[in-house]
C-alpha cells in the first residue's frame, strides 16, 4: 500500500494509534525515573489537515472529518480518549488555529514532547529528506530531542539499549511493500533482544491483501507478554478496512485502558459494520 501521510492526518488510524500511545506514555509515567522514546518512522511531526483536500494533484476527500473530527466536539467520550482529544485540541491552538473545527493535527513526535516530562526524551528517526527537514524544524532544536535522517530500522540498534534503562519504542513504517512486515517483526524481535524490559508498539493495516493474520502470528512468538488492538471500520472494504496496534510488554492494566478506547472508537467513529478487539497474542 502507498500511504501519504500528510493526506491522512487525523484519520481514524491516527486516532486509534495515538490515543493508545497516550496512554502507554502516561503509564511509564507512574515512575518518576524519566524513558527514552524513539520514533522509528517519525514523519514531519505535525500536520496541516487544510492540505489533505488538496490532493497529489486534484482535490480528494479529507479523511480527519471522520477520525479526529467525529471525536472534536463529544462530550462522552472516556477518560482516555478524553485525555488524547485535549491534547490534539492544545496543539491545534498553539499552532494558531481559532476556528471551531481542527486544522493542525500532531504526529506521533508531538504527541509524545506534549504529553512528556522534563527527564523524558525523544529520539526521532525519518528517512525521507523533505520530511526530515521539517521535523527538524517544527522542534527548533530541542535540548532533549534528537533527530535523524536514517532508516527507522537502525534505531532499534543504535538506541538500545538506553542510559534510562527505560524505553517506549514506536514502530510505525508505511507499508508501501510486502517486505515491510517482516521488518517490523524483525525490529520487534531484535528491540526485545537488546532490551527486554523495554515497551514495544507497532502500527500496521488491515486490508484485503495485507499479511496481518501471519504478522499477528509472528509477534505472538515474541519473547514478551504482547496484546493486539484492532478496529474495523469498514468491514466490506476493498482498501484498508481497518488497523491495528501490537504492544509487547504493555504496562500494568494497559489491556484495559486499550478495550476503553477501542470499545469507544467503534461506535463513535463513522463506518459500515465498526467493531473493535484487544486481545492477548501472547502470555510469556
Partial sequence: MNYRHAFHAGNYADVLKHALLVQLVRALQRKERGFVFVDTHAGRGGYDLSIAAEGDARPREPEWPRGIGSLWDREDAPAAVRDYVGIVRGYDRSRGNLTAAPRYYPGSPWIARLVGRPQDRLELWERQPAECAALRSSFGGERRVSIHQADGYGAIKACLPPAERRALVLVDPPYEDQGEWAAV????????????????????????????????????????????????????????????????????????????????????????????????????
Avoid: H, Q
Wanted: proline letters at 5%; glycine letters at 12%.
Fill in 185 to 284: 517483526a524483525d525490529a520487534l524481535g531484535e528491540g526485545l533482544r537488546r532490551f527486554a524490559a523495554g515497551t514495544y508498539a507497532a502500527w500496521y493495516p488491515l486490508t484485503a491483501r495485507a499479511r496481518a493474520t501471519g504478522f499477528i502470528e509472528s509477534m505472538s512468538a515474541l519473547d514478551a507478554p504482547s496484546l493486539a488492538a484492532e478496529l474495523v471500520v469498514d468491514a466490506d472494504g476493498e482498501g484498508m478496512r481497518g488497523c491495528g496496534v501490537v504492544v509487547a510488554n504493555p504496562p500494568w492494566k494497559f489491556d484495559d485502558e486499550a478495550r476503553s478506547i477501542v470499545a469507544y472508537l467503534a461506535e463513535a467513529l463513522p463506518g459500515a459494520g465498526s467493531e473493535g478487539s484487544v486481545r492477548w497474542i501472547s502470555t510469556k
